[in-house]
Structures are given as structure tokens and as C-alpha cells.
């Protein structure tokens, strides 16, 4: 069964950086996506960035383009998310997911039927 958790949440400063982590397990399938996503508060759940584990293919959202970097390290099966420049506007729950398949990079949610439980980045000084 597909299981992933997310860590490195927390309280920053406007300006700081934070990584956050997806580890995945129980994934049987030779090709995936695993995607970032956050939701705010009254927002619904945007799609951030989303990396092909097979050859690291990644697909970014405009809005965070240039500021955030997704990577993985396969032999650890993880996923991480650099985030620099951290904004307010960043505050939100984020959480990985993984969708079969890498021929296609969506950043719709409902693509994604695995999902983490998410960790809380609150950007605030």
C-alpha cells in the first residue's frame, strides 16, 4: 500500500528558506509522479511542482517558478521542496501526492490518488 509522509514543516520568517520531505513507501508501480501541493485556508488546493521518478522530469506552477525546486533521491525514496524567499502568502498546509504513470505531469490535485497527510508552513514574523 502507497504510503507517504511529509516533514519539515514549520514557523518561518518572511524572506527564509524551508525544505520540506515526502518520504514514499509501498510503491510497486515502475513509472510515477510524485507532486507538491498546498491549501490554504478558504483556497482550494493548488498544485505546486511535481517530479517523474524514473528521470526526474519536472512540471512547475508559474506562481512558484524560480522560487521553489523540486528533487528527489531515489535511493531514499524521497522527495524534497525547496523553498526559498518564503512569502505570507507561502502559509498553508502542504502536502505531497503520487499518481501512476510519466508520460504525463499534471498539477491538477485531482489527478493524484495517493496522498500524504500533509505538513503545516506558516510564513510569519
Known amino acids: 500500500q502507497v504510503q507517504l509522509v511529509e516533514s519539515g514543516g514549520g514557523v518561518m520568517p518572511p524572506g527564509a528558506s524551508l525544505r520540506l520531505s515526502c518520504a514514499a513507501s509501498g510503491i510497486t508501480f515502475e513509472y510515477y509522479v510524485i507532486g507538491w501541493f498546498r491549501q490554504a485556508p478558504g483556497k482550494e488546493r493548488e498544485g505546486l511542482a511535481v517530479i517523474t521518478n524514473s528521470d526526474g522530469v519536472t512540471n512547475y506552477a508559474d506562481s512558484v517558478k524560480g522560487r521553489f525546486t523540486i528533487s528527489r533521491d531515489n535511493a531514499k525514496n524521497t522527495v524534497y521542496l525547496q523553498m526559498d524567499n518564503l512569502k505570507r502568502e507561502d502559509t498553508a498546509l502542504y502536502s505531497c501526492?503520487?499518481?501512476?504513470?510519466?508520460?504525463?505531469?499534471?498539477?491538477?490535485?485531482?489527478?493524484?490518488?495517493?496522498w500524504g497527510q500533509g505538513t503545516q508552513v506558516t510564513v510569519s514574523s
Open positions: 501526492a503520487l499518481r501512476v504513470g510519466a508520460r504525463w505531469l499534471p498539477l491538477s490535485a485531482s489527478e493524484y490518488p495517493y
